[in-house]
């Protein structure tokens, strides 16, 4: 019998996804750990290899990306030390949710364009120097009401300096568990008043994890998929007059997951 690994290699995609999460917690004992691991590293390899076309098919359309050092403060490096850590204290984070920040750390798609408003979730440097780069297209965009297109940038962040659990207990939730923001809400990101961040639950055992707040009841790799079918800005099903030419350059080719 093929391995779940294998039948992902051959295109089963979802369906393998589908089978690993029905299994629950078993996924973490072997040999199907192993197995699940496996599935898990080859998804987010095929997610960074997304993100990265995406990045480079972005730059070449216009889309100025907001200054990388005001977004991820925590190298990578010490970011596994503190979802190590964060395990320790309260129990495993979702298997998927684990992995990316092993392979890819913390990526936001915070910016501007004029097809995908201004997306900034307030990580313009302080100083203003970042702003003055701007042209003065993009800088009268900045400041122009039409700017606030919630077209919803693909972002998965950690965003605590300090492993601390009472920063993870939201009461309004399942009492017991734990929450990671992995995300501002829609709003946020465009920095508008919101509702909260987007959050994906612990201790949990399984291979994926529910998102709570903005896309909420979609699994993590369920999330990753649909913001790949949208060019990295998911937000943009909900504008029919989006350009659907520059969407098309952007998907096209994009590795499934």
């Known amino acids: 019998m093929p391995t779940y690994l294998k039948r992902y290699k051959n295109g089963e995609y979802e369906q393998v996804w589908a089978e690993l999460v029905a299994l629950g917690g078993d996924i973490r004992l072997e040999p199907l750990y192993s197995d699940a691991l496996a599935v898990a590293h080859e998804t987010i390899s095929r997610v960074n290899t997304n993100i990265n076309t995406l990045k480079e098919r972005l730059i070449n359309i216009g ?12 190298p990578k490096a010490r970011l596994i030390e503190k979802v190590t850590k964060l395990e320790q204290l309260a129990g495993p ?17 915070y910016g501007i ?14 100083d203003g120097s970042w702003l003055e ?18 077209s919803d940038p693909l ?18 939730l399942e009492p017991g568990k734990y929450y990671i923001p992995i995300a501002p809400d ?51 099903k909900k504008y029919p007059s989006h350009d659907k030419e ?3 350059f952007l998907t096209e080719g994009l590795l499934p997951i």
């Open 63 to 74: 889309y100025k990306f907001a200054p990388p050092e005001a977004l991820f403060e925590i």
């Open 155 to 172: 972002a998965i962040e950690f965003p605590y300096k300090e492993v601390v659990l009472e920063y993870y207990v939201y009461d309004f």
């Open 93 to 109: 984070i979702p298997l998927s949710l684990r992995v990316f920040y092993e392979v890819i750390g913390q990526i936001g798609f």
């Open 113 to 126: 364009h004029p097809s995908f408003g201004v997306n900034l979730a307030g990580y313009e440097d302080q």
């Open 246 to 248: 520059i969407l098309a």
């Open 133 to 150: 780069t701007l042209s003065t297209e993009y800088y009268d965009f900045y400041y122009n009401a039409e700017a606030g297109k919630l």
């Open 186 to 236: 829609i709003y946020h990101k465009a920095d508008t008043s919101g509702a909260g961040s987007t959050l994906i639950g612990f201790p949990n055992q399984n291979i994926d994890g529910i998102l709570h707040g903005d896309w909420e009841g979609y699994y993590f790799v369920e999330y990753l998929r649909e913001v790949f079918r949208w060019g990295g800005f998911p937000g943009l």
